[in-house]
């Protein structure tokens, strides 16, 4: 399976559930991660798609904890099997 497929499998899901899975592009700022997923209510976190069993780069990493230090929910997501659970931590209060 392929990262391009987990993505997708994101951004469908998230849609479904009425929000939105967009690409975060940074320019200038290497590292961000893939998708920022916005539900109603003000409710957003960051996330980082990788092919099954992938891990981020060391960049990504550090870049997930400049977010998480700012008070933002960071995820990584490797196979579609997590985009339920994380869509609905994403989603709660």
Request: net charge positive; no cysteine.
């Amino acid at each position: 399976m392929r990262e391009s497929f987990v993505e997708k499998k994101l951004t469908t899901e998230a849609k479904k559930r009425g929000g939105l899975a967009v690409k975060f592009v940074s320019p200038g700022l290497d590292g961000v991660p893939d998708r920022l997923v916005l539900f109603p209510g003000g409710r957003l976190a960051f996330v980082e798609l990788k092919a099954p069993g992938k891990k981020p780069r060391p960049l990504q990493v550090r870049r997930a904890n400049q977010l998480t230090a700012l008070g933002f929910r960071v995820y990584v997501v490797d196979n579609t099997e997590m985009i339920g659970g994380v869509l609905d931590e994403i989603q709660s209060p």
